[in-house]
């Protein structure tokens, strides 16, 4: 059995999702996203059918957001096969609802599942361009190249969320206070080990 059927499913964090929401920005009526597609709410490309004459309100714009990441982003995070962080799972998601799951498919997923993980952040890094609408010309563009950064350092950050025992799960409040506690005990254990713990006056 392979480490993603072994575990529940990768997903995105509620923080992971906020900071998609935060970097796509909430933009009620439909606009071109400066590259010809149709957008609207939070980055929500119009499919074929699909009309908003009215402005969006924020709820229906996180309705439509929340709908795009369970088509576009979790069907390819059902594909990775090895144990990652919850860091490295919001790092990717926000990568995928970028540029799509062919190019993540493509691109970083095969190094992603041999734990290729420099083989990853490598081909991250490679998304940065785009083309210009007057000239036609693929240029790296500001926007993306932040993107990529802020999705790299995701990346590579200390995974605050995926714990050896519940992975892909944050730790509760009450998990970590256990944890700071029988940490404390622990060392105070380990130092009477040791012979430095304060002794009792002996009876007379």
Not at 40 to 67: C, I, K, N, W
């Amino acid at each position: 059995m392979n480490a993603a059927a072994a575990g529940p499913p990768h997903r995105m964090s509620p923080q992971g999702l906020a900071r998609i929401r935060r970097r796509e920005a909430f933009v009620p009526r439909v606009y071109d996203d400066g590259v010809g597609n149709r957008t609207v709410g939070y980055g929500h490309m119009l499919r074929p059918g699909e009309s908003f004459p009215g402005a969006l309100t924020d709820a229906q714009a996180q309705e439509l957001f929340a709908r795009d990441v369970e088509r576009i982003v979790n069907p390819v995070l059902d594909r990775i096969r090895i144990p990652l962080t919850q860091n490295q799972v919001d790092a990717l998601g926000s990568f995928i609802f970028n540029v799509g799951p062919g190019n993540f498919s493509r691109s970083v997923l095969p190094n992603l599942n041999r734990g290729d993980h420099p083989g990853v952040i490598a081909r991250i890094k490679q998304f940065i361009k785009g083309r210009n609408q007057r000239t036609g010309e693929r240029i790296t563009l500001r926007g993306l190249l932040r993107r990529r950064e802020e999705e790299v350092a995701l990346y590579q950050a200390p995974g605050r969320s995926a714990s050896l025992w519940f992975p892909g799960q944050e730790f509760s409040r009450t998990a970590r206070r256990l944890f700071a506690y029988g940490m404390r005990f622990f060392r105070a254990e380990s130092a009477c080990l040791l012979d430095s713990c304060p002794r009792s006056p002996s009876p007379s």
